[in-house]
């Protein structure tokens, strides 16, 4: 059950960064993308993997060492739970860059590869973002447009 947990994780996902990725400007993929239960299934995978062996997981997290936190993770239900972990919440930072980019009005072309970037190695496609959302600002909403 846990190898099919582990296979099936990155594939509630998938949809969702291809959409980010390779249709970024089809009016459905912003209203698609929008909601953060887009993480939800492998949210749910990772506790369905933690839940049993909560008191191993509970006593290498309570009390961090590399050795205990080496030890959980090496097992099949440390690494498929780690993996759900990264899947849910690559999504969710690539979702806010997704999303944030569009209102700051960075075009797609530098988006895209940066969110190929995080699905692979999160922490730097964020950090990249992150960077250049210091050379952005927001696009005047329509709203305030129309009220000037």
Not at 54 to 63: K, M, P, R, S, V
Not at 64 to 85: I, M, N, Q
Not at 101 to 114: A, H, N
């Amino acid at each position: 059950m846990t190898e099919l947990l582990f296979d099936v994780t990155f594939w509630f996902a998938a949809p969702f960064w291809a959409l980010m990725i390779l249709a970024p400007k089809w009016r459905r993929t912003a209203a698609l993308v929008a909601s953060p239960f887009i993480c939800l299934p492998p949210l749910i995978i990772y506790a369905a993997l933690i839940v049993p062996e909560f008191g191993t997981f509970a006593a290498a997290l309570i009390d961090p060492e590399l050795t205990g936190l080496r030890a959980v993770l090496a097992g099949s239900s440390g690494a498929a739970a780690a993996w759900a972990h990264f899947v849910a919440f690559d999504l969710f930072l690539g979702r806010w860059v997704f999303l944030d980019s569009r209102t700051r009005g960075v075009s797609p072309l530098l988006i895209s590869p940066l969110l190929v970037l995080t699905i692979l190695f999160a922490p730097l496609g964020v950090l990249l973002y992150l960077l250049i959302r210091l050379t952005t600002t927001p696009a005047p909403s329509r709203a305030v447009l129309a009220e000037a």
